[in-house]
């Protein structure tokens, strides 16, 4: 009797222990490409490189563990890393940290996520199919030289913040999730910068989605909102192409220091399969415009890119991509950044 409690006594801390186990996990992007710069808007120069760049390189550790019959304590630590080495400005600092979080997650009031996470607008940002390598983003919110051009103002993560996530209710096709970004700073009301911020996807598993956010003073000092759809044409048609639209405007506050338009901008993309390879292959095309940037009247920016990905295996993938980005200030003067390269992708 003895030796059957002693083994059911091991086998439960077993499973405890299996469960409390973190799991591992990361990516490793590294990539080759040739940019070539001419910005009159600083400079009458015309300067190119070729440049060994690290792309959203991460390594984690997440897990959860079951506190009641229904609850379960949820964690995840997440850094970004440099292959290539590089260091010295925020973008390159080894080890920065990504969505790093402690929460709880309920099977009847949702899950709940306190920390430092990505902002919920990027939940409906499905539609970006150049989502690798040098163009993998919206662009930058600061205007400003750098290397992803001038685009409208995208999402990203933020400290001190709060996340939930609701239960699907009655197995509707719904993802709705809410963010605060806390202001810890000791601001009487009226000059608090904390923020909120909401989104909703629809997705019904017929190869068409919708998706809708807001955002106040989370990613921006001011209004954003997001609308995106996106429809899956292989679902319908002998066409492996996923075709994709967003569209947004942003509202700076005055006192916020850019301009006082309404920065609108827009995203189509389409993405096609191809069956004449021996493993999953895939190229894609996407052209975003944005009017008026950061609020700044008649600066204007314009940007395509064309890729395609090969998978040697589901975590091992190759990319190719070209891509122009081009902006013309309300004075003339023009800005027109050049890309090309590729990289290999591998996740574990």
Do not use: C
């Given at each position: 009797?003895k030796?059957?409690?002693?083994?059911t006594?091991?086998?439960a801390?077993?499973?405890?222990?299996a469960?409390?186990?973190?799991t591992?996990?990361?990516?490793?992007f590294?990539?080759m490409?040739?940019?070539?710069l001419d910005d009159?808007t600083?400079t009458?120069?015309?300067?190119?490189?070729?440049?060994?760049?690290?792309?959203?390189?991460?390594?984690?550790f997440?897990?959860s563990?079951?506190i009641?019959a229904?609850t379960?304590?949820?964690y995840q630590?997440?850094v970004?890393?440099?292959?290539d080495g590089?260091?010295?400005?925020d973008?390159?600092?080894?080890?920065?940290s990504?969505?790093?979080f402690l929460?709880?997650?309920?099977?009847?009031y949702?899950?709940?996520?306190v920390?430092?996470?990505?902002s919920?607008?990027?939940?409906?940002?499905?539609?970006v199919?150049?989502?690798?390598g040098?163009?993998?983003?919206?662009?930058s919110n600061?205007?400003?030289?750098?290397?992803?051009g001038?685009?409208?103002?995208?999402?990203?993560r933020?400290?001190?913040?709060?996340?939930?996530?609701?239960p699907?209710?009655n197995?509707?096709?719904?993802?709705?999730?809410?963010m605060?970004?806390a202001d810890?700073?000791?601001?009487?009301?009226t000059?608090?910068?904390?923020?909120?911020?909401?989104?909703?996807?629809y997705?019904?598993?017929?190869?068409?989605?919708?998706?809708?956010a807001?955002d106040?003073?989370?990613?921006?000092d001011?209004?954003?909102i997001?609308g995106t759809?996106?429809v899956?044409?292989?679902?319908?048609m002998?066409?492996?192409v996923?075709?994709?639209?967003?569209?947004q405007?942003?509202?700076?506050?005055?006192?916020?220091?850019l301009?006082?338009e309404?920065?609108?901008?827009?995203?189509?993309?389409?993405k096609m399969g191809l069956?004449?390879?021996?493993?999953?292959?895939?190229?894609?095309?996407?052209?975003?415009?944005?009017?008026?940037?950061l609020g700044?009247?008649?600066f204007?920016?314009?940007?395509?890119?064309?890729g395609?990905e090969?998978q040697?295996?589901s975590?091992?993938?190759a990319h190719?991509y070209?891509?122009?980005?081009?902006?013309?200030?309300?004075v003339?003067?023009d800005y027109?950044?050049?890309?090309?390269?590729?990289?290999l992708?591998?996740?574990?």
């Amino acid at each position: 009797m003895k030796k059957l409690l002693l083994a059911t006594a091991i086998a439960a801390l077993s499973v405890s222990a299996a469960n409390a186990a973190p799991t591992v996990y990361g990516k490793a992007f590294v990539g080759m490409d040739y940019v070539n710069l001419d910005d009159e808007t600083r400079t009458d120069d015309d300067m190119d490189a070729v440049q060994i760049n690290s792309y959203s390189s991460r390594l984690g550790f997440k897990g959860s563990e079951a506190i009641t019959a229904n609850t379960d304590v949820i964690y995840q630590y997440e850094v970004g890393i440099n292959i290539d080495g590089n260091d010295g400005d925020d973008n390159n600092i080894a080890f920065k940290s990504r969505d790093t979080f402690l929460g709880l997650n309920n099977d009847n009031y949702g899950e709940l996520r306190v920390g430092r996470n990505t902002s919920v607008v990027d939940y409906v940002n499905n539609v970006v199919t150049a989502g690798s390598g040098f163009w993998d983003n919206l662009g930058s919110n600061q205007l400003e030289e750098n290397e992803n051009g001038y685009n409208m103002v995208d999402s990203g993560r933020r400290n001190n913040s709060v996340i939930w996530k609701a239960p699907k209710y009655n197995n509707l096709p719904l993802d709705v999730a809410l963010m605060y970004k806390a202001d810890e700073s000791l601001n009487d009301s009226t000059s608090s910068d904390a923020g909120f911020a909401a989104a909703a996807m629809y997705d019904a598993g017929t190869g068409i989605t919708f998706g809708a956010a807001y955002d106040n003073d989370v990613n921006l000092d001011g209004d954003l909102i997001r609308g995106t759809a996106t429809v899956d044409l292989g679902k319908y048609m002998a066409a492996p192409v996923v075709l994709g639209a967003l569209y947004q405007v942003a509202d700076f506050d005055s006192t916020s220091g850019l301009g006082d338009e309404k920065e609108k901008g827009f995203v189509v993309s389409a993405k096609m399969g191809l069956n004449n390879f021996a493993k999953p292959a895939a190229v894609y095309v996407q052209y975003n415009n944005t009017s008026d940037v950061l609020g700044f009247d008649n600066f204007d920016s314009d940007q395509i890119v064309v890729g395609g990905e090969y998978q040697f295996k589901s975590n091992m993938i190759a990319h190719a991509y070209v891509g122009q980005n081009s902006a013309e200030n309300a004075v003339g003067e023009d800005y027109d950044l050049f890309a090309a390269g590729g990289g290999l992708e591998y996740k574990f």
